[in-house]
T-cell receptor, first 114, second 113 residues
Framework: NAGVTQTPKFQVLKTGQSMTLQCAQD?????MYWYRQDPGMGLRLIYY???????DKGEVPNGYNVSRLNKREFSLRLESAAPSQTSVYFC?????????????FGPGTRLTVT | EDQVTQSPEALRLQEGESSSLNCSYT??????LFWYRQDPGKGPEFLFT???AGEEKEKERLKATLTKKESFLHITAPKPEDSATYLC??????????????FGAGTRLAVHP
């Protein structure tokens, strides 16, 4: 089992370009999440999908959109990249949206916007 | 406001030198506290979940404990392979709305031979 996979691993964009980060899981989990991680700060939630067919904003959603394509896949789109979006992006999954369950993370996508 | 603070920011140990990492939290109610290990260039790896004060969990050289205001990750006789960033996250109780996980900024642990 691959667990949680993310593509690409690295990406460099110019300001104003768009791109989609892909996440897939084979854990049969219902809930999926997108986080960003910046130096000196905790992981911050961008968007989440409690279950297939639903998506909601997290703490820092501005400049991003998401699609829950099916139970396995959850993508994050940057429509017009900005230098402030330079970060490491992690996808995570959880068995259910109920509190108390742990999340499992992918390996991350390192994005640089110049 | 719900908050999670980890200390110290960085810790350097000699191999075999035991120590503890701290995670202090301020939340209205606790539904779970999680510890993760993160190696450079990788995603966080789940270690433990703690639910109530007095609970303890162990795995190899690591032991996590929980009180009403903080959690400790005790590392006994660490080895260089224990070097990583350790993240603490709290799931607060909240009526209505999204019940998000709140992460601390992490403690960078370096264990030298």
């Amino acid at each position: 089992n691959a667990g949680v996979t993310q593509t690409p691993k690295f990406q460099v964009l110019k300001t104003g370009q768009s791109m989609t980060l892909q996440c897939a899981q084979d854990m049969n989990h219902n809930s999926m999440y997108w986080y960003r991680q910046d130096p000196g700060m905790g992981l911050r939630l961008i968007y989440y999908s409690a279950s297939e067919g639903t998506t909601d904003k997290g703490e820092v959603p501005n400049g991003y959109n998401v699609s829950r394509l099916n139970k396995r896949e959850f993508s994050l789109r940057l429509e017009s990249a900005a230098p402030s979006q330079t970060s490491v992006y992690f996808c995570a999954t959880k068995r259910t949206e109920q509190a108390g369950y742990e999340q499992y993370f992918g390996p991350g996508t390192r994005l640089t916007v110049t | 406001e719900d908050q999670v603070t980890q200390s110290p920011e960085a810790l350097r140990l000699q191999e075999g030198e035991s120590s503890s990492l701290n995670c202090s939290y301020t939340v209205s109610g606790l539904r779970g506290l999680f510890w993760y290990r993160q190696d450079p260039g990788k995603g966080p790896e789940f270690l433990f979940t703690l639910y109530s004060a007095g609970e303890e969990k162990e795995k190899e050289r690591l032991k996590a404990t929980l009180t009403k205001k903080e959690s400790f990750l005790h590392i006994t006789a660490p080895k260089p392979e224990d070097s990583a960033t350790y993240l603490c996250a709290v799931h607060p109780f909240r009526r209505g709305g999204y019940n998000k996980l709140i992460f601390g900024a992490g403690t960078r642990l370096a264990v030298h031979p």
